[in-house]
């Protein structure tokens, strides 16, 4: 059974910093993208960030641009998301998803498996 379990949300303050963590089992992942998506109460869950099978290409959404970090560690099978400068509209419940495919997507549809989220809430 494969299984995405996120780790490291939090309720912090506006300018804090979160390292969140997605641990895969069931599977390995090294030959796939991943990504993080959010979703605020109210609103559609929005992609955040994705990163290739190697590592080496990355993607994100324009209002965490220099602000967030996806990286992986293949040898543990995760996938991490360091979160700085976090602003009160950071806060929703962040996914980890991973997809059949070398390449990452800014859809949520060509995700294959999906974490149960972690809730993220930065008060201003």
């Known amino acids: 059974q494969v299984q995405l379990v996120e780790s490291g949300g939090g309720l912090v303050q506006t300018g804090d910093s979160l390292r969140l963590s997605c641990a895969a089992s069931g599977r390995t992942f090294s030959n796939n993208a991943m990504g993080w998506f959010r979703q605020a109460p109210g609103k559609e869950r929005e992609f955040v960030a994705s990163i290739n099978w190697s590592g080496i290409s990355t993607d994100y959404r324009e209002s965490v641009k220099g602000r967030f970090t996806i990286f992986r560690d293949k040898a543990k099978n995760t996938v991490y998301l360091q979160m700085n400068s976090l602003k009160p509209e950071d806060t929703a419940v962040y996914y980890c998803?991973?997809?059949?495919?070398?390449?990452?997507?800014?859809?949520?549809?060509?995700?294959?498996?999906w974490g149960q989220g972690t809730q993220v809430t930065v008060s201003s």
């Open positions: 998803t991973a997809r059949l495919s070398v390449c990452g997507s800014r859809l949520s549809q060509d995700y294959n498996y």
